[in-house]
């Protein structure tokens, strides 16, 4: 199976999957973008709350710092890299989401056993 066919199949699995509480509160799936065969790949802990909302890692404020440094310290393209957070779904104080808190050792741990 190729690497672009792995991760699609990974992500309806992450999508489908409820074995923590963190897919209860999510807008979005917040999976991978790039170029799956990049040389460097960028992970974060987890979705703010933009990305939450466009279903893409990296695109809030701290997103911004990332691709300047991309295409600017590293003269490369965004899509030229992966982009990828340790959990897809945004972790938060509570389920009304005004505040977002690092994945915890049990939300994370279910991820890499996917």
């Known amino acids: 199976m190729e690497k672009k066919e792995q991760l699609e199949s990974l992500y ?3 999508k489908n999957c409820s074995k923590c509480k963190l ?13 799956p065969d990049a040389d460097i790949m960028f992970i974060g802990e987890g979705p703010g709350k933009q990305e939450d909302l466009r279903g893409e890692p990296f695109v809030g404020p701290a997103g911004e710092l990332l691709t300047a440094i ?12 992966y982009i990828a957070n340790v959990v897809k779904c945004r972790p938060t104080i509570d389920l009304r989401g ?3 808190r690092p994945p915890d050792k049990d939300e994370t741990e ?3 056993r996917l």
């Open 98 to 100: 005004e505040r977002d």
């Open 110 to 112: 279910e991820l890499i």
């Open 70 to 81: 991309i295409e600017k310290g590293m003269l490369l393209k965004r899509k030229d890299v």
């Open 23 to 35: 897919y209860r509160g999510r807008n979005n799936l917040v999976f991978g973008t790039g170029n």
């Open 12 to 14: 309806w699995e992450v």
